[in-house]
T-cell receptor, first 114, second 112 residues
Framework: GAGVSQTPSNKVTEKGKYVELRCDPISGHTALYWYRQSLGQGPEFLIYFQGTGAADDSGLPNDRFFAVRPEGSVSTLKIQRTERGDSAVYLC????????????FGPGTRLTVT | TQLLEQSPQFLSIQEGENLTVYCNSS?????LQWYRQEPGEGPVLLVTVVTGGEVKKLKRLTFQFGDARKDSSLHITAAQPGDTGLYLC????????????FGDGTTLTVKP
């Protein structure tokens, strides 16, 4: 079956621009997670959704970052006024229920801010 | 803040050797997971350990959860080049099962 997909796979943007990163979870998975992974580091938790609601957004670095999941399936991570420090791989994962069962990760979106 | 420290950061060995990598924290976790990640891909779950002192085996991989549920180890017997990758541990907090904290990983290279 289809796994978690993320688009685009690569995104290059200029400092100050707005970007949207998309995540398509596994069908039927009610929980969706966003992580950020910088070079040489492990994934850093950003936010997770149970259904349509953000159950925990404590990992979002500041108010330039926002994520939505309006219909409880696809999610979009939105970054305003991008900074060079936002450059990283943004990973999305989904699971059947939050905290229950395995998290399946997508391949990530590599964001480069120039 | 719950932090997970993994050691060593890098490990390069010859095919057939044994190795152990470690994941340590000052915090107690409800469970701890080990993942393997290859370049350009997301992490893939290898195992979840839940009970203090638990030992799980997955072919040549042996995972152990410390008695106090603060640390874990991964032992690989007779390593093969296909074991090459980034090994990550992640802890699940006791009060928020949806939030995982990852260590920075051990990059393992197994030379043929």
């Amino acid at each position: 079956g289809a796994g978690v997909s993320q688009t685009p796979s690569n995104k290059v943007t200029e400092k100050g621009k707005y970007v949207e990163l998309r995540c398509d979870p596994i069908s039927g998975h009610t929980a969706l997670y966003w992580y950020r992974q910088s070079l040489g580091q492990g994934p850093e938790f950003l936010i997770y959704f149970q259904g349509t609601g953000a159950a925990d957004d404590s990992g979002l670095p500041n108010d330039r970052f926002f994520a939505v999941r309006p219909e409880g399936s696809v999610s979009t991570l939105k970054i305003q006024r991008t900074e060079r420090g936002d450059s990283a791989v943004y990973l999305c994962a989904s699971s059947l229920l939050a905290g229950v069962g395995e998290q399946y990760f997508g391949p990530g979106t590599r964001l480069t801010v120039t | 803040t719950q932090l997970l420290e993994q050691s060593p950061q890098f490990l390069s060995i010859q095919e057939g050797e044994n190795l152990t990598v470690y994941c340590n924290s000052s915090s107690v976790f409800s469970s701890l997971q080990w993942y393997r990640q290859e370049p350009g891909e997301g992490p893939v779950l290898l195992v979840t350990v839940v009970t203090g002192g638990e030992v799980k085996k997955l072919k040549r991989l042996t995972f152990q959860f410390g008695d106090a549920r603060k640390d874990s180890s991964l032992h690989i017997t007779a390593a093969q080049p296909g074991d090459t990758g980034l090994y990550l541990c992640a802890g699940v907090g006791r009060t928020n099962a949806g939030k995982s904290t990852f260590g920075d990983g051990t990059t393992l290279t197994v030379k043929p």
